[in-house]
């Protein structure tokens, strides 16, 4: 079976993908540490090969494949390229090879909005979204699945991107308008939830602005170097991470701060093992909690994949059947 992007989205709706993620998380699943390959590609830069396998003994065993080729914007071609292949963990056979662009976008928003529904307030109706990239576009939908969203402003720093997703979401019946680059502070300020999706090296949510009762979901950072946000709001905000292992090696929103002596490992209140279990209860665990401010730092998982994978699985070979 091949599921290509749009078989893939139609086969993750967000309550659906929700619900596998937070099932996933409450199982035992082998999840290696992910392979990073050089490979060498003549007179041109460095390509990479990831590979990020999972599985449930007995079940099903999925590996994602993702090719780096820097290269290949001088051919106007994308620079990246993903796929999942999903396997029978009973007899190896191969079930279905998958769109893991779509996959991994999906399954990303999907994780930031089951932390939400731990976290964030249940009367939250104002989202700032702070990026106007393709990410915005899966997270703004998988948050409003969760939470009341009433209004969505859209922060980025070329408003004419901003525009484009705001004139988007109109068209689907979505409340939204533009945040001006000078404005952050101020949507900052009064936004129930931010959600940044940026590739932003520098802070560009402060501490200083979360509200009380504010929830802040952190997406961007996937390396040491990268950050969406300051010490003040790792002191200030309960953290909680997709994974603790990797938030404390990959995201810089947790490296530098820690680096810097603002805070330590111990900040992580809890990580989606934790929450999904019902070991720790999120925001309803949290001292004052209607006015606690809570962050929540993802930096990806190979279980997360295996249970999109598996959900779009069933969900097409069900519709084929």
């Known amino acids: 079976m091949q599921l290509n992007a ?3 989205r139609e086969a993750l709706p967000w309550d659906r993908l929700i619900e596998a993620l937070n099932e996933i998380f409450t199982k035992q699943v082998s ?3 992910r392979h990073h390959h050089s490979i060498n590609v003549p007179n041109e830069p460095q390509a990479t090969l990831l590979l990020m396998p999972a599985w449930l003994e007995g079940e099903y065993l999925g590996v994602k494949l993702v090719n780096v080729f820097p290269g290949n914007s001088a051919r106007g071609l994308p ?3 993903s796929h999942y292949i999903l396997s029978s963990a009973k007899t190896g056979e191969p079930l279905a090879q998958l769109d893991a ?3 991994t976008a999906r399954r990303t928003a999907a994780a930031s909005a089951m932390a939400s529904a731990y976290l964030s307030r249940e009367d939250s109706t104002e989202l700032l979204m702070v990026g106007a990239g393709r990410m915005s576009r899966y997270l703004i939908p998988a948050h409003m699945s969760v939470r009341p969203i009433a209004n969505v402003r859209v922060w980025n720093r070329n408003e004419a991107t901003a525009a484009n997703l705001v004139a988007e979401l109109k068209a689907d019946g979505i409340q939204a308008e533009i945040c001006p680059v000078e404005q952050l502070e101020a949507a900052a300020k009064t936004a129930d939830i ?4 940026t590739l932003s090296t520098t802070p560009l949510i402060k501490g200083e602005w979360l509200k009380p009762g504010a929830h802040l979901d952190l997406v961007g950072s996937f390396t040491p170097t990268m950050r969406e946000t300051d010490n003040i709001a790792m002191q200030r905000c309960s953290v909680f991470v997709d ?3 990797g938030a404390l090696s990959e995201t810089g929103d947790l490296i530098m701060p820690i680096r810097e002596g603002a805070i330590t490992e111990e900040v992580i209140k809890a990580e989606f093992a934790e929450l999904c ?3 720790h209860r999120g925001r309803a ?11 929540f730092k993802s930096v990806g998982d190979s279980r997360e994949d295996l249970a999109a994978a598996v959900l779009a699985y069933q969900q097409s070979e069900q519709y084929q059947n």
């Open 6 to 8: 749009k078989q893939v």
């Open 31 to 33: 999840a290696p540490v």
């Open 79 to 81: 620079g990246l390229n």
């Open 101 to 103: 662009n779509e996959l």
């Open 194 to 197: 931010i959600s940044c999706a």
């Open 243 to 245: 994974v603790r292992a």
């Open 277 to 279: 279990s019902g070991q």
């Open 285 to 295: 665990e949290l001292d004052d909690s209607q006015n606690a401010i809570t962050l």
